[in-house]
């Protein structure tokens, strides 16, 4: 399976600030998919974005960017200008290796923005 | 319906006591997943189905745990005789096609073994 690993646990932060949820990956594949999700405090996990390996361009949607550095293995979220509603759990992901569409989570990063 | 439902929401049971988590994903979804999720964690696999077919159910802990989707829509996943470990949020998804996109979660089903 693939490994994914978020290093930080938790982050907090005041609102309006920017902040950067790290994602590393370790992949034996050529070609491959990452994901992000979001866990607010209701519980339900929510899809965020799904990105290629192939596709060289950075993703923006709103206040949420996402940078892809296949040099590091890194899928990295930023967040501008975050906001209380921002507090969640957001976990990285990426599908095993010859596993078909089975998911392997990171164990996600806390997210807190405060006023 | 809208999006992937789940039941119960809530679900106590005594230990060596027999459950049963539904799921209804999306209409239409090909593929469907159960994963299992502990406090802190994030979702770890289980199984997964492309129609009715269970393609891979290489993450069920033990032979206590099986799951069904026996018309290619709603799933049921079971576990035997259970166990205070087995104290967790089910969580259950769906995706459009048998490929690498995008799997769109359920509530969840919180399981309490007393």
């Known amino acids: 399976a693939q490994k994914v690993t978020q290093a930080q646990t938790e982050i907090s932060v005041v609102e309006k600030e920017d902040v950067t949820l790290d994602c590393v990956y370790e992949t034996r594949d050529t070609t491959y998919y990452l994901f992000w999700y979001k866990q607010p405090p209701s519980g339900e996990l929510v899809f965020l974005i799904r990105?290629?390996?192939?596709?060289?361009q950075n993703e923006i949607s709103g206040r949420y960017s996402w940078n892809f550095q296949k040099s590091t293995s890194s899928f990295n979220f930023t967040i501008t200008a975050s906001q209380v509603v921002d507090s969640a759990v957001y976990f990285c992901?990426?599908?095993?290796?010859?596993?078909?569409?089975?998911?392997?989570f990171g164990t996600g990063t806390q997210l807190k923005v405060e006023l | 319906g809208a999006g992937v439902s789940q039941s119960p929401r809530y679900k106590v049971t005594k230990r060596g006591q027999d459950v049963a988590l539904r799921c209804d994903p999306i209409?239409?979804?090909?593929?469907l997943y159960w994963y299992r999720q502990a406090l802190g964690q994030g979702p770890e696999f289980l199984t997964y189905f492309n129609y009715e077919a269970q393609q891979d159910k290489s993450g069920l802990p033990n032979d206590r745990f099986s799951a069904e989707r026996p018309e290619g829509s709603i799933s049921t996943l079971t576990i035997q005789r259970t166990e205070q470990r087995d104290s967790a949020m089910y969580r259950c998804?769906?995706?459009?096609?048998?490929?690498?996109?995008?799997?769109?979660f359920g509530p969840g089903t919180r399981l309490t073994v007393t």
């Open positions: 998804a769906s995706s459009n096609t048998g490929g690498p996109y995008e799997q769109y």
């Open positions: 992901a990426a599908p095993c290796t010859g596993g078909g569409n089975k998911l392997t």
């Open positions: 209409s239409g979804h090909v593929s």
């Open positions: 990105r290629n390996s192939f596709d060289e």
